[in-house]
């Protein structure tokens, strides 16, 4: 799921440290590496279901993946409308990812898949109370409805309306996606110090394994010389 990146209407909350041109250029930056991303995983097979015309293309060095318009009125309609469109195509399993989400480990989507094959969704929560990833065995339109979506309700309400319809529910590790300045600063830290930090059973912390490498976003940091892109302003 993912606006196609433009000067105007990506990384908004971003405005106050971001002129519109580097926003378009991050947006674009976290896009393609998250097709590099999943394209190199085996078992999926990406789709993207993009905002705006003509729909973004991947990177140069990226294989091209099928691509369908999101419709609907607002986040939960866009997200039911691309779940039926998926499955309507004949998959049996579907999930549903952002591309703000940079240091998801690529065994997270292969542990997202394996949980499928027992449980009937599986959320990758976010820090600020959404999700990153939601997947499901079968279309569940009541997962979207009516959701507070942008708010810190959006993981609670969906894990509600999981136990209400009786299906059963996989927590993936919880990751943050790009929104914020101090996101930015967040990122460059974690990517000066390596891979990603994920938890472990214990309650303490370890390197994933698998981490990626945001290479398009990296290139992105460093165009702004030390990369602390917060320190920038807009004036």
Excluded: C, N
Excluded at 32 to 40: A, F, K, N, V, W
Excluded at 204 to 212: D, I, M, N, Q
């Amino acid at each position: 799921m993912a606006k196609t990146p433009g000067r105007v209407g990506v990384k908004t909350r971003l405005a106050p440290v971001l002129a519109p041109e580097a926003r378009s250029r991050l947006a674009r930056a976290l896009l393609d590496d998250r097709i590099e991303q999943l394209t190199r995983i085996p078992g999926l097979d990406p789709h993207l279901a993009h905002t705006g015309t003509p729909p973004p293309q991947a990177a140069p060095a990226s294989p091209p993946i099928p691509g369908f318009p999101q419709r609907g009125e607002g986040l939960g309609a866009r997200l039911i409308h691309a779940a039926a469109t998926l499955f309507a195509r004949g998959y049996g399993r579907v999930m549903l990812v952002d591309a703000d989400s940079p240091l998801v480990p690529d065994q997270t989507f292969v542990a997202a898949t394996v949980a499928l094959e027992r449980v009937d969704v599986v959320v990758g929560p976010s820090d600020d109370g959404g999700y990153y990833l939601i997947g499901m065995r079968t279309p569940q339109p009541s997962l979207f409805r009516d959701v507070p979506f942008s708010t810190a309700e959006v993981l609670t309400v969906t894990r509600s309306r999981a136990r209400e319809a009786g299906l059963e529910t996989y927590l993936l590790p919880a990751t943050y996606d790009i929104d914020e300045p101090a996101d930015l600063e967040r990122l460059r830290m974690d990517l000066a110090d390596g891979p990603a930090r994920w938890p472990r059973a214990d309650g303490g912390e370890t390197k994933a394994e698998g981490a990626p490498h945001p290479r398009h976003l990296t290139a992105w940091l460093q165009a702004w010389g030390d990369g602390s892109v917060t320190s920038r302003v807009v004036r």
